[in-house]
T-cell receptor, first 109, second 116 residues
């Protein structure tokens, strides 16, 4: 079946550091891939998405590229801020919506 | 504000009891999804409704049931509650079904259920 795997957290970075959160998937078809973010006390919200191979999603300085050959959708940001502290979920949309386990990010000043 | 409304925000009840969680989807969204979030299990998909019909079931216990009404709001019923049912329950909506897979999910802020 379809599944999503994310790197284990928690991740702690200093402000302005480079961020990578790895995400890989298995799917029988051609899913769309999403990153969602959950801030403390809130529900998940869409961060970015890519709907086909080689598409790059971007938003708020975050980027992720849909790599079919490596079945990956890694999230990156060049310079994180304290306000980026949250839990990040990689998700696969196909016949169902499947979320990865989430990666907690803490950014310290 | 996602436009998805969940009530109540908090619920404290005893084992063996029954509760109903309510969700109003974003205006225009026909799909409603329910998820359970706990520390040890992560975000678990429970059930998906599209325009009043059940479309997919996930790890939903037989003690749990849901429905989507003609006005598109949805209710999740949890009965014979156990301590392990304590969790955050999220509702999400989207404009299409998951098979129109470009549509993002819009989440409410959740209902925190505590079973004592």
């Amino acid at each position: 079946g379809n599944s999503v795997t994310q790197m284990e957290g928690p991740v702690t970075l200093s402000e302005e550091a480079f961020l990578t959160i790895n995400c890989t998937y298995t799917a029988t078809g051609y899913p769309s891939l999403f990153w969602y973010v959950q801030y403390p006390g809130e529900g998940l919200q869409l961060l970015l998405k890519a709907t086909k191979a080689d598409d790059k999603g971007s938003n708020k300085g975050f980027e992720a590229t849909y790599r079919k050959e490596t079945t990956s959708f890694h999230l990156e940001k060049g310079s994180v801020q304290v306000s980026d502290s949250a839990v990040y979920f990689c998700a696969l949309h196909y016949d169902k919506v499947i979320f990865g386990p989430g990666t907690s990010l803490s950014v310290i000043p | 504000d996602s436009g998805v409304t969940q009530t109540p925000k908090h619920l404290i009840t005893a084992t063996g009891q029954r509760v109903t969680l309510r969700c109003s989807p974003r205006s225009g969204d026909l799909s409603v999804y329910w998820y359970q979030q706990s520390l040890d299990q992560g975000l678990q998909f429970l059930i998906h409704y599209y325009n009043g019909e059940e479309r997919a079931k996930g790890n939903i216990l037989e003690r749990f049931s849901a429905q989507q009404f003609p006005d598109l709001h949805s209710e999740l019923n949890l009965s014979s509650l156990e301590l392990g049912d304590s969790a955050l329950y999220f509702c999400a909506s989207s404009v299409g079904t998951a098979s129109s897979y470009n549509s993002p999910l819009h989440f409410g802020n959740g209902t925190r259920l505590t079973v004592t």
